[in-house]
């Protein structure tokens, strides 16, 4: 498992929110855990000098762009990109130096897929450089694809069937559980169990991680083939239940046990 480090951006600025309180119609409500003193460059190359790859920049809403290139000028193909991206802006955010594309409500409108769009977006860029973000939230006992800051709820269920479709046409998927992320108040482990039973790519789960002992819990219950994110925890992002350097090694150390586990001579699990 993986450790993928993010950086998200709101009015230009990095910053932890609670995913819930995004409402373009209702600004007042945002809640913000946490905004930088520090410049979106700053984050950048602390990850690349920790060699975390793999990464997003997440542009949350307008103003954010320049912040954005200076993130990935800082780590040239170690970031993602995600935030109102679309076939027409696609390539040029890839020529910025990410190393992925990240996309949500270019493919989903009005409720729906727009396959067409997929198929255009995924030919435009090549599915090496897609990653499809299907962040859901829960009604009744399902979870299903928002999009527009996680606020409109989509037809789209997560399920097996589902996961399989998209994985046609992206490399990655990005999957935050919007109910809880910001919050530092425990994961999804339904949704943790259901990705890593379904996802047949690489997939990155965020939200709701508040200590170590959730890291162990999401290597366990997605049978360490998840990778996560964590945000308003970290002590970067004035967090008090993860330190980063406990999450780098963390992060490093299960490398080091994959390379031994996939090495020449080495024992069946």
Not at 190 to 205: A, F, H, K, M, N
Not at 212 to 218: A, N
Not at 219 to 230: A, K, P, Q
Not at 237 to 256: D, K, L, P, T, W
Request: charged share 20%; glycine share 10%; proline share 3%.
């Amino acid at each position: 498992m993986k450790f993928r480090p993010c950086i998200d951006l709101h009015l230009g600025k990095v910053k932890q929110i609670v995913g819930s309180t995004l409402n373009d119609l209702a600004p007042e409500g945002l809640k913000t855990n946490f905004t930088a003193a520090y410049p979106s460059s700053y984050y950048a190359d602390l990850y690349r000098r920790d060699g975390l790859s793999g990464g997003h920049v997440i542009m949350l809403g307008p103003g954010n762009e320049q912040a954005a290139r200076e993130a990935l000028s800082a780590y040239p193909g170690g970031l993602q990109i995600g935030g109102g991206i679309s076939t027409a802006t696609a390539a040029y955010w890839l020529e910025q130096g990410a190393s992925a594309v990240i996309v949500t409500s270019y493919v989903f409108q009005d409720g729906m897929v727009h396959e067409h769009r997929l198929r255009e977006i995924c030919s435009a860029v090549g599915k090496e450089n897609l990653v499809l973000d299907l962040s859901c939230r829960k009604k009744g006992d399902v979870y299903y694809v928002v999009t527009d800051r996680w606020q409109k709820f989509t037809e789209v269920i997560i399920n097996q069937e589902t996961l399989a479709y998209f994985a046609r046409y992206c490399s990655e998927f990005l999957i935050h559980a919007a109910d809880v992320e910001g919050k530092c108040d425990g994961i999804a482990v339904d949704l943790v169990q259901d990705l890593g039973r379904w996802s047949s790519i690489p997939t990155t789960y965020a939200g709701g991680v508040r200590n170590m002992d959730d890291l162990r819990l999401i290597r366990e219950l997605g049978r360490n083939r998840l990778d996560v994110t964590i945000g308003s925890s970290l002590d970067i992002f004035g967090g008090s239940g993860i330190a980063y350097a406990e999450v780098v090694a963390f992060h490093n150390s299960s490398a080091e046990a994959a390379a031994r586990s996939t090495s020449p001579g080495a024992s069946p699990a």
